[in-house]
């Protein structure tokens, strides 16, 4: 066990003649997991953190003061979706993001690259959001594979064009319009236009992609730089698919680079395996004292081991996605998880989680929760999503203590007994 430590850094965003109200402080460390403080003009975040993913402003169901009630630190919406529907003039008109939501803490944007990967390659090669993300470890493999169509998209150079899904009408994203529109939503941290890769993409696909991400990211930074907002901040995205020297070559270019802080994205590999070896190869290669955050992984057993190799931000749709379908966190349970569907929960007075004292936990049964999906109440998902943003909050809370108190090796034997 490491001798504790505590530690005070600044972030190093140090943009010339700007006085940054955006700055992250690292607080302690047990190995490579690290406890932080990320503090934005609505906030601060303590890191480790899950961001709950607000595609449209919202996190599914849940009002900003049953989240804030929840813990939720930080949440992250799509710059493309907002775009489409109900437009970044609209959201301006009411004050932003915050004001229009009623959300109150720190707020970032994504540009929608992964949606407009979806939308094209995404689509043809049948790669979806969670599980078909590492397909290695997928038992419908053979079905990842090219399909005919998908010609929604074209990327180029100067950016990407797509067709809105809400009028069908033709849109032209580029890096400088993905910084503008997020400065006009008033996002306090900002993830500028990549080309999200897919697993199934080859080396000269996955540079191809990665190189025209640098470009991208170059001009991102250029906009961003002549339009400064020192409320603002801008993330790089570490792009390279699989691939060690693509990873490390694009890890070098973002940390040579004034960014406020990195996010890892694109194809993480064909499994999770895969998805360490990238970490390895890049989080040593980013400074030290900037924040770090990974995109699109959330699910339990992976928080433990993204943690444990330095990550201070992660999101995913996966607690929203899975209480949509009556699939609930549990501690001791066979990938964290029980359907309450069930037969066997159709009589079942206790609660989801006795130890747990979430909203939903505190006040009804396994039981009338089933009644609910079965008979299609909405209050159903709402109950579900709560206890599962909840329970990662809650895992989140202890693995920041057991970090601060030389014991993360010890939660995450507890938590995963079998790794």
């Not at 301006?92 to 959300?103: A, D, P, R």
Request: proline fraction near 4%.
């Amino acid at each position: 066990m490491l001798e504790a430590k505590t530690l005070i850094s600044n972030s190093g965003l140090c943009r010339d003649n700007l006085n940054l109200m955006i700055s992250f402080e690292l607080i302690a460390e047990d190995g490579e997991a690290r406890v932080g403080r990320l503090t934005t003009p609505h906030g601060s975040i303590d890191t480790p953190s899950f961001v709950s993913v607000a595609t449209h402003g919202t996190v599914d169901t849940l009002s900003a003061h049953e989240l804030h009630g929840l813990g939720v630190q930080v949440i992250i919406a799509n710059c493309l979706h907002l775009h489409l529907k109900p437009g970044e003039d609209l959201i301006e008109k009411m004050g932003g993001l915050h004001q229009f939501t009623g959300w109150e803490g720190p707020l970032m944007t994504d540009s929608g690259g992964f949606q407009v990967f979806s939308l094209g390659a995404g689509k043809r090669q049948g790669v979806g959001k969670i599980a078909p993300i590492f397909p290695g470890e997928s038992p419908h493999e053979s079905q990842l594979r090219w399909k005919d169509g998908g010609g929604s998209v074209r990327v180029d150079g100067d950016g990407v064009e797509f067709t809105s899904y809400v009028d069908g009408s033709r849109k032209h994203f580029t890096p400088e319009r993905v910084i503008e529109i997020a400065g006009r939503l008033g996002a306090d941290i900002i993830l500028p236009l990549d080309e999200c890769t897919s697993p199934l993409d080859d080396y000269g696909q996955t540079s191809a992609a990665m190189r025209r991400t640098h470009d991208w990211a170059a001009r991102s930074l250029r906009e961003f730089e002549n339009n400064a907002n020192e409320e603002q901040a801008l993330f790089g995205i570490v792009q390279g698919g699989a691939f060690e020297d693509l990873r490390k070559e694009s890890a070098g270019f973002f940390a040579a680079r004034d960014f406020d802080g990195y996010a890892i994205g694109g194809s993480l590999g064909r499994s999770k395996q895969d998805m360490h070896h990238v970490l390895n190869w890049v989080i040593p290669l980013l400074p030290h004292d900037k924040a770090r955050h990974l995109l699109g992984i959330g699910e339990i057993e992976d928080i433990f081991e993204i943690v444990s190799r330095g990550i201070d931000l992660f999101d995913c749709v996966l607690p929203t996605k899975l209480a949509r379908t009556g699939t609930l966190f549990v501690k001791e349970a066979h990938r964290f998880r029980i359907h309450i569907l069930n037969a066997r929960f159709r009589d079942d007075p206790l609660p989801i989680d006795d130890r747990c004292d979430c909203p939903t936990c505190s006040n009804y049964s396994k039981a009338y929760l089933r009644h609910l999906f079965l008979t299609k109440e909405a209050l159903a998902v709402s109950l579900a999503t709560v206890h599962n943003v909840y329970f990662m909050e809650s895992l989140m809370r202890q693995i920041r203590s057991a970090i601060k108190e030389q014991r993360f090796n010890a939660l995450k034997d507890e938590w995963l007994p079998a790794t």
